[in-house]
């Protein structure tokens, strides 16, 4: 356990204490009583006997709630979030049914059944009045549970300041703006509008996905994670970021002791743990989990939590039926696939996982954890399926931005003061995938292009896919290491053709090392020309023999190591950035023998994903490779671009150690090709970034900042 040491001068903190506000209570309680009586009117079996009854068993059933569901969340039973989830919902019908029995002149209740049900019901109601009429902002009784859990667990009182860090994942910055303006993120348009924030943009690396992303933002490093799925030649197995035992490997690669969570941080539904002491929903560290995470239990202790869950739940089910029926309504394009279980992925990502997230934070802050990292996926997940800025999608940040302002409302009750950042890994491109637009795949084009052999693919899509199954596993203590497990592809007549957003991976399979370009021409002479004359297709990452690494276009070729173009360069579109990016990548040990970009139309701001996501990332072009970091204006970043999430991690590891002292998080001790000035330091001749994008440097090493690891 990380204790402070004194460091530097602030007045001592005193932390408020949650107080009961009588007019707002007695409102409370009103629309309790109301949603009793709605529930009784709808649901037979059950009579409350007016409205003066109701507002009796409201206030019973309210003592009652009060009492029981947190001796039960406090019982260390197995399968603690499944059974938890049952019991708590057991429990609302009973507490009905035991308020009858207490007073029956107010309520009478045939039998459980339907007791339950009007538990159900009346909760439901209880969210509507609760959203019309604003009683929902109101998270005193919460805090209050989640402040008895924190001392139950440990509780550290300090004048340090602690720091939340407050992921959304796939937003890009000029979305985001858009979004704030627009009304849609109410509370970080607030925090800009008062001066007490500011926005700045950073660059994504060439994979621009939450694996690569969060290895350099968490860990220091993402050198030889090409795209969210690769494959290891030497070992014949497809690696992916969704994997378990993938991800505890990746970050035993990765971790050098520099994690940003490291010394007391906790992790909150991210890839990887930043070297953190306590984690909920991390991938990297539930394989070796072997009993129920204790973190859910904050979520069980609100016996209100359990049912307004499931209404909510049910709820989001409705929104996604309605939106895609809307969707094909009005023949609304680019469409996605919204059918077979991504209406339960989505309603457990931005409900269920969403609420997790949020209690796991708030008991965080209560227990004065130093630093606290946490991923909201929820806007990542509706997006993909609905497009950037549709009403759905727009919604969904909007039900994120609620949540960062009761975060923000908790501060003033945590035993330590606290800053917050929010920040993105990454954002997202919008267009109709590469097979909607041609009628085939990346991989039916590489296969018929092949002079022998044949061509395996795996599926991509939702990187969310597997959140919602590893959040029951963790919660059950039944993970298994192998939930995503790798596949073989060993046999030396196939070419692997992978897709993680509009960047494709193409590894054929002939040999266990990567083959030249000549090599490639000289076995599939019809491959290089149909990829590279390809109009969906904007450039090929290959690697000549005598040239060195090559991007290739259909008109051009340029020459990576020393910037020579041949004809029409095929990067023109991109970041200035664009070729040290594929530079870098071009020195992974696990890059593909091809690297497939799609097309870039800087008028549309489109281009094409070769999986099946109308809105994706992964690659460059677009907003994709713009995510933000909105922070309080007196913790600056430096003066010069922020390129690639390893650059992220040393400014946010260095507003940690100025707010924590030096010893919080240990200095990078190997240094990047490129130095690395101090953000203290005067900034370098021109490197400046503009108020909206990350802009091109007069050539000084500080520019990139990338890792050139061998």
Known sequence: MWHPAPYGESPAWKPARPRFRPIRLLFSWLVAAASLLVAAYIV?????????????????????????????????????ALLGFVVVLLVDAALLELAALIRPEALTIDDFGWALVAALVASAVGVVLDIVFATNDDDTYSLRVVQRIARSQGRERTDIPGIIFLEIDGLAAPLLRRAMRDGNAPT???????????????????????????????????????????????????????????????????????GLLVNGGSSRANLFSGEAEESILTSSKIAAETAANPGYRAVFSNGFNV???????????????????????????P?????????????????????????????????GRPAVYATFASYDEVAHHSGLERADTLEALRKVDQQFARIERARRYAPRPYR??????????????????????????????????????????????????????????????????????????????????????????EERRRLTLEEIDERHPQLIPALREHSHIGWLLVRSAEHGPLALGANGTRHLADGRVEGEDPLAQFSPNAPTHLLRTDSFPHVADIMVGSFYDPDLDEGCAFEELISFHGGLGG????????????????????VGAELVHDVLADWRRELQGDDAVPVRATPTLAPRPSRRAAPPRAAVASSDRCTEHDGSPPLLLLSLRA
């Open 44 to 80: 037979p079996g059950v009579v409350v006997h007016g409205f003066w009854g109701a507002l009796g068993a409201a206030l019973l059933i309210a003592v009652l709630n009060a009492i029981l569901p947190p001796i039960i969340a406090s019982l260390r039973i197995p399968f603690m």
């Open 307 to 333: 049912t307004r869950t499931l209404v909510l739940f049910t709820w989001e089910i409705v929104l996604e039926w309605s939106a895609a029926l809307r969707a094909i309504r009005r023949r609304v394009q």
């Open 335 to 367: 469409r996605g696939h919204r059918g077979g279980k991504y209406p339960l992925l989505r309603a457990a990502v931005c409900v269920v996982v969403r609420d997790l997230i949020v209690y796991g934070v708030l008991t965080d802050m209560m227990r």
């Open 188 to 258: 970080m348009a607030s925090w800009l509008a008062d001066g007490s924030y500011s926005l700045v943009e950073w660059e994504t690396d060439l994979s621009s996905q939450t694996g690569a992303s969060q290895a350099g933002i968490l860990l220091g490093s993402n050198f030889d994670i090409p795209a969210f799925r690769w494959v290891d030649k030497v070992t014949g197995q497809v690696i992916a970021c969704s994997g378990l035992a993938e991800c505890a490997e990746l970050e035993e690669q990765h971790a050098t002791g520099i």
């Open 623 to 642: 907003p994709q490779t713009r995510p933000f970091i909105l922070h309080p204006v007196d913790l600056p970043p430096p003066s010069w671009p922020i």
């Open 420 to 509: 917050i950042i929010v920040l993105s890994d990454h954002g997202q491109t919008q267009g109709a995938t590469f097979k909607q637009r041609n009628g085939y795949s990346l991989e039916d084009l590489v296969e018929r292009s092949l002079k022998s052999g044949s061509v395996l693919s795996f599926a991509g899509g939702d990187e969310q896919n597997s959140k919602a199954s590893v959040a029951l596993g963790e919660a059950v203590g039944k993970t298994s290491k192998h939930a995503a497990p790798t596949e073989g592809v060993a046999a030396e007549n196939r070419a692997v053709v992978l897709g993680s957003g509009n960047l494709g991976l193409v590894y054929l399979m």
